[in-house]
């Protein structure tokens, strides 16, 4: 089992920052994947960015050049800096675990959630 704790949400104004982390914990693979999704209301949960534990990252279109996603392994915690943030980032940001990625065994583990709202 694994468990994931994410912190750094809140309310900003366009074009400000915010940076979420997640702290995993529990039965921790050395081979894993952390990544951040979202979910805005009546929209499908996406890929915001994800990074693998040797720190190759992969990011949606729509973030690149405004997020950064990077890690702690010695924390086991990824961190999703946020700059340039639009209205349209607005959404419940999911902190997501995959251990074992690349094996049959793979298994996926989600964080609570935690809220980003970005005013006009």
């Known amino acids: 089992q694994v468990y994931l704790a994410e912190s750094g949400g809140g309310l900003v104004q366009a074009g400000g920052s915010l940076r979420l982390s997640c702290a995993a914990s529990g039965s921790i693979f050395v081979s894993n994947v952390m990544g951040w999704y979202r979910q805005a209301p009546g929209q499908q949960r996406e890929l915001v960015a994800r990074i693998t534990s040797g720190s190759s990252t992969d990011y949606a279109e729509s973030v690149k050049g405004r997020f950064t996603i990077s890690r702690d392994n010695a924390k086991s915690t990824v961190y999703l800096q946020m700059n340039g943030l639009k209205p349209e980032d607005t959404a419940i940001y999911y902190c997501?675990?995959?251990?074992?990625?690349?094996?049959?065994?793979?298994?996926?583990?989600w964080g609570q959630g935690t809220q980003v709202t970005v005013s006009s």
């Open positions: 997501k675990y995959t251990s074992r990625p690349m094996s049959p065994l793979a298994e996926d583990y």
